[in-house]
């Protein structure tokens, strides 16, 4: 049994003081519920601050992104170590948003996946097709290149902690989702991918999350699948009653 996942990716929104005040009100509002893992990705300034305020509770905290480097002349950037001293235990790799505007790619997405997990740090690597890939009908070419090419020289023992989060870019803040039915077809291929690049122990064990436009109303719909195993949430997880509806609605 794959444990459902749900996760938080702020961006760039919330202070110390603001993640701080989400969790208290969060925290009780899924106290008792203990069938979803949960993490929380805040901005790195804001990573130690919700360390803090979810120390003993069950919700896991996750950094955006990281370098896939130890340390170095790497301005601005944040190294597996330091993501791990301020108290993640999950990373995301590949973001869309860090694709499109911060020059990730597929070769980069590897080394901070491989980076991720030698230093016992759970990644959750994001895959997804943009509308004109859609549309020209190479769904799945994309997605079987993209966790191809993250896996490229990562062996299977190494590999059980994945997490992959398909994301169609397409759906991402613009109010459009997903169908289930397409959802579960898109992780169905993705599945398929890391049985052929690992094996097939592996891709049935690894938990593949939706991302793109997850709201209360349809969070029930896409994790009941079989393919669907938890959501990468963004703008409806800022609001503590709104995330918590969906991680309820999703494993109820």
Not at 124 to 153: D, F, N
Not at 165 to 177: C, D, K, M, N, S
Not at 181 to 188: D, F, G, L, S, T
Request: proline letters at 6%; charged letters at 15%; a negative charge.
């Amino acid at each position: 049994m794959r444990k459902p996942l749900i996760a938080a990716n702020w961006k760039m929104f919330k202070t110390p003081a603001e993640a701080i005040a989400f969790i208290h009100s969060f925290v009780p509002l899924i106290q008792s519920h203990r069938r979803t893992d949960v993490v929380l990705c805040p901005a790195m300034t804001s990573l130690a601050a919700a360390h803090t305020a979810v120390t003993d509770t069950h919700i896991h905290i996750g950094a955006q992104t990281m370098h896939w480097l130890d340390s170095g002349a790497y301005t601005g950037e944040t190294s597996p170590p330091m993501v791990k001293a301020l108290g993640c235990s999950h990373v995301l790799i590949g973001h869309s948003e860090r694709r499109q505007y911060f020059n990730e790619t597929d070769e980069t997405v590897n080394l901070k996946l491989k980076a991720a997990l030698a230093h016992h740090i759970i990644p959750i690597v994001c895959v997804g097709e943009q509308h004109a890939e859609r549309e020209a009908g190479h769904t799945a070419s994309v997605l079987k290149r993209q966790v191809a090419a993250a896996l490229v020289g990562v062996a299977p023992n190494e590999a059980a902690p994945l997490v992959i989060a398909y994301e169609p870019v397409w759906a991402i803040g613009t109010g459009l989702t997903a169908t289930p039915e397409i959802a579960e077809e898109a992780h169905k291929i993705i599945r398929t991918q890391v049985a052929a690049s690992l094996n097939s122990a592996i891709a049935a064990s690894t938990r593949i999350l939706y991302g793109g436009s997850v709201k209360p109303e349809n969070a029930a719909s896409l994790c009941c699948l079989e393919d669907i195993d938890g959501a990468l949430v963004g703008g409806a997880s800022l609001d503590p009653h709104s995330f918590a509806q969906i991680i309820l609605n999703s494993a109820p």
